[in-house]
């Protein structure tokens, strides 16, 4: 894959996308030496106002159920697939995959959310492996968990996000106690 060959540096504002000149680009947030990665789709509105991922509706959620089990968000590394919102520009879409690539290194559990990013690292529908643990030939860990978007269970079933959410604490547990 072309991902070594991207100048992904031509300029020190993470904000400005290196490929087509966008000024929404949010850069990843959270603990950098975390165990555990989440990559969502795309930054949303909010998202591009205050500049760090998953401060959305998606985090929100996320938080909140992380929050009732004892847990922190913001021990965690977060990040999107795409940088910025999405467009036609398959650079831009190479410079995100090549940064999640990067950040994926040495974590311990990377959690895929939405359909896109678990088809994209996985070839997986997430309709048939949410909450279930994934492998991915692009992404070297040993537990990668398929989630839907959280948000989703403001459109559908709020047993989906539930599930997920549970299969995520659950190996957050066990992290724990490695």
Same mark, same amino acid.
Not at 60 to 68: D, P, Q, S, V
Not at 129 to 158: E, R, Y
């Given at each position: 894959?072309?991902?070594?060959?991207?100048?992904?540096?031509?300029?020190?504002?993470?904000? !400005?996308?290196?490929?087509?000149?966008?000024?929404?680009?949010?850069?990843?947030?959270?603990?950098?030496?975390?165990?555990?990665?989440?990559?969502?789709?795309?930054?949303? $509105?909010?998202?591009?106002?205050?500049?760090?991922?998953?401060?959305?509706?998606?985090?929100?959620? !996320?938080?909140?159920?992380?929050?009732?089990?004892?847990?922190?968000?913001?021990?965690?590394?977060?990040? $999107?697939?795409?940088?910025?919102?999405? $467009?036609?520009?398959?650079?831009?879409?190479?410079?995100?995959?090549?940064?999640?690539?990067?950040?994926?290194?040495?974590?311990?559990?990377?959690?895929?959310?939405?359909?896109?990013?678990?088809?994209?690292?996985?070839?997986?529908?997430?309709?048939?492996?949410?909450?279930?643990?994934?492998?991915?030939?692009?992404?070297?860990?040993?537990?990668?968990?398929?989630?839907?978007?959280?948000?989703?269970?403001?459109?559908?079933?709020?047993?989906?996000?539930?599930?997920?959410?549970?299969?995520?604490?659950?190996?957050?547990?066990?992290?724990?106690?490695?």
């Amino acid at each position: 894959m072309p991902w070594d060959t991207i100048e992904t540096t031509n300029t020190d504002d993470p904000f !400005i996308c290196t490929v087509c000149g966008s000024d929404d680009c949010v850069p990843p947030s959270g603990n950098k030496d975390s165990l555990v990665l989440f990559i969502g789709e795309y930054p949303g $509105n909010e998202e591009i106002i205050k500049g760090r991922p998953f401060i959305g509706r998606t985090g929100t959620i !996320i938080r909140n159920e992380l929050i009732h089990a004892g847990y922190q968000f913001g021990q965690y590394r977060v990040m $999107n697939l795409w940088r910025h919102p999405p $467009n036609d520009n398959l650079k831009c879409f190479e410079i995100g995959v090549k940064q999640c690539l990067e950040e994926a290194k040495n974590r311990k559990l990377i959690v895929l959310i939405g359909s896109e990013t678990v088809k994209y690292f996985t070839n997986k529908k997430v309709s048939e492996w949410n909450g279930l643990l994934v492998k991915s030939s692009m992404l070297n860990c040993d537990k990668i968990l398929a989630m839907v978007q959280p948000a989703t269970a403001f459109h559908s079933s709020i047993g989906e996000m539930k599930f997920s959410m549970q299969r995520l604490i659950h190996y957050l547990q066990e992290l724990e106690n490695e």
